[in-house]
Structure formats: C-alpha cells, structure tokens
C-alpha cells in the first residue's frame, strides 16, 4: 500500500486510521464490521511502524461560525482572503460538482491552474501542491469539460479586472 499524494511506503495504522508518516495524510479507516462507527485499532505491521515524534499532526481550526478548516489549508485561505482575482477563480472552482470532495488549498491550486500555469508555479510552495498533483486531479475532469472550467475562469477574471478598471475612474 503506497500513498496517494507522496508515495511514500512509510504507511502507519493508528486509532483506526491508516496515515502516511512521511507527509501525514490519512489514507483509509479501518472499522469493525460489527460496529461501523467505532474504528478498529489493529496491530501495526512491523515494516510501517514508526517513532509517534515522527509522524506529523495537523490540527483542525474550528473558525467563529462553527466551521471546521484543516490547518493545511489556512495559507489558502489567506491567499483568497488577500486576492479577489483569487477568490473569483476559487469560486468557479469551488462551485463545479467534481471538485466538492477536495480540499479549499487543491481547489485554489486547480483554479491558479487552469487560469495561468506561471501564477500556479509562483504560489505551489505557498499552497504545498505540486504540479504532478495537480494534474492528477484535472486526470479525472474530462478534456471539453476542463476546457469549458478554463473558459469560464478566464472570463470571470476579466469580468473583475474589468469593472475594478471601470470602478478607479
């Protein structure tokens, strides 16, 4: 069993959650068939144990509205909360039915994407997305399918430059 983001072998069963050690995401649940929403713990195979300091803990935030936002996506959020050409990208993004299971960062990283490939290569050490992953994302969206995302991308950023240019005079 590899990781599906970095790779990596270093996989470890933990509180009924299978997590990789080198970039600290988790892979799968385990839970018994006899209750389905109390995690199993099994015994951890010897070739994917490892030290606890060693794997990596993100921590939720929970904001003032009750929402729950994983950590790793808070330069994300500052980076949408800082650019509105930003949040208008994210937002066509955030909206289309293939990408509501993804994360606010994988989300902007699509949408810096599809928009200009520069920009996303200017902001992928920001977000912690490479382009390999992004690609890999995009592989499950049709071609005419990313190419109407792409569209209307570029067309709500201009609609943005457009009346931000109108609302200075």
Same mark, same amino acid.
């Given at each position: 069993m590899k990781c599906p983001y970095c790779g990596s072998e270093n996989l470890v069963w933990r509180e009924g959650q299978v997590v990789c050690s080198s970039c600290g995401?988790?892979?799968?649940r385990?839970?018994?068939?006899?209750s389905f929403f109390e995690p199993i713990k099994p015994k951890p195979a010897t070739k994917y144990t490892v030290e606890k300091e060693e794997i990596p803990i993100y921590k939720d935030v929970v904001l003032d509205n009750g929402a729950v936002i994983r950590a790793e996506s808070l330069p994300a959020i500052k980076l949408i909360e800082s650019n509105e =050409?930003?949040?208008? &990208?994210?937002?066509?993004?955030?909206s289309h039915p293939l990408?509501?299971?993804?994360?606010?960062?994988?989300?902007?990283a699509v949408a810096l994407y599809l928009y200009d490939t520069r920009?996303?290569?200017k902001f992928k050490r920001i977000l912690g997305m490479n382009e390999k992953r992004v690609l890999k994302v995009l592989a499950s969206?049709?071609?005419?399918?990313r190419e109407? =995302?792409?569209?209307? &991308?570029?067309?709500?950023?201009?609609?943005?430059v457009g009346s931000s240019q109108q609302q200075a005079f």
């Open positions: 995401s988790v892979i799968d385990i839970y018994d068939g006899a =050409l930003f949040l208008i &990208i994210y937002d066509v993004v955030n990408f509501r299971s993804k994360t606010i960062k994988t989300k902007l920009l996303f290569k969206v049709k071609r005419d399918e109407k =995302l792409r569209e209307k &991308i570029r067309e709500r950023a201009m609609m943005a």
